[in-house]
Every structure is written in C-alpha cells, then in structure tokens.
C-alpha cells in the first residue's frame, strides 16, 4: 500500500489526527511563541508522549558557515568544545 493511501486510513472525517483530536496525536502542535513561552517542565512533559512541531517560526538570522560560528567564539583559530568533548 502506497505511504500516503496509509496515513489518511488514519484520517477522521477527512482530516488527521492532530487537527481532527490533537489529545490523541502523537504531535504537539505550538507556535514559536508558545514553545518560548512554555516552562521547560511543561515541554518535558510533552515530549513524554509527543513529538513537537513548532509552527511560525522566525527565521535565524545566522548560518553554519564562518559568520555564523564566529557568533561562538571571536577567534576562529581557538580550539574549543562542541557536544562534550574535544
């Protein structure tokens, strides 16, 4: 069976789940603006039983390229940790 034959068997009047009963989806739907504004207990907690999908999200102004780590550390020269351990 085709994938998306698959997820609309999972539809509910025609619509998925987390719009047709967002209590029994396994996404948490939020705008930026409720993730920043949700506690870190109150995001935990989702993510217990759901995945998060942050919705109207602001673009960062910065990338992965030089620029965007000199954001990190001035000198770009200068060893230093990321995730852990060097």
């Known amino acids: 069976m085709e994938v998306g034959a ?9 619509l998925p789940l987390h719009i047709a009963h967002p209590e029994r ?10 993730y920043q504004s949700s506690s870190i207990k109150t995001i935990q907690n989702h993510l217990r ?4 999908i942050v919705t109207n999200r602001v673009k ?3 990338c992965f390229d030089e620029r965007g780590l ?7 020269n200068d060893a230093f940790t990321v995730q852990g351990s060097w």
């Not at 989806?25 to 409720?34: C, D, L, N, R, Y």
């Open 6 to 14: 698959l997820v609309e068997r999972g539809y509910v009047n025609g």
């Open 49 to 52: 039983t759901k995945h998060i």
């Open 70 to 76: 000199r954001t990190l550390r001035s000198n770009m």
């Open 25 to 34: 989806s396994v996404f948490k739907i939020m705008t930026e603006e409720e």
């Open 60 to 62: 960062s102004q910065y």
